[in-house]
């Protein structure tokens, strides 16, 4: 876990995640599409000010990988799930 999101983090070529807070949820489409699906932003407003745990982070990243296999748009997806809170709910 990192404070900020970075471009590119220790694993980052081996498949490792990267788990970073400190961006508000406006700009959550921004850094999807530059970071990916294995980048999440787990600060406390992204995630209902409660604790996440990993199997779930697990769950998330596989479903955005999915997504983006499937030739989805997973970043546009995911801003729409944070505006409507489904985000939320498929965390909690």
Not at 29 to 44: C, E, M, Q, T
Not at 75 to 86: A, I, L
Request: charged share 25%; net charge negative; hydrophobic share 35%.
């Amino acid at each position: 876990m990192f404070h900020y999101p970075i471009l590119e983090w220790d694993g980052y070529f081996r498949g490792a995640l990267h788990l970073y807070g400190h961006v508000p949820d406006t700009q959550t489409a921004h850094f999807d599409s530059i970071l990916g699906p294995r980048a999440v932003n787990v600060g406390g407003d992204m995630i209902g000010y409660k604790p996440i745990s990993i199997d779930e982070v697990m769950e998330l990243v596989a479903a955005r990988i999915q997504a983006d296999q499937d030739g989805n748009e997973y970043s546009e997806n995911h801003r729409k799930n944070v505006e409507g809170k489904d985000y939320l709910d498929f965390l909690c």
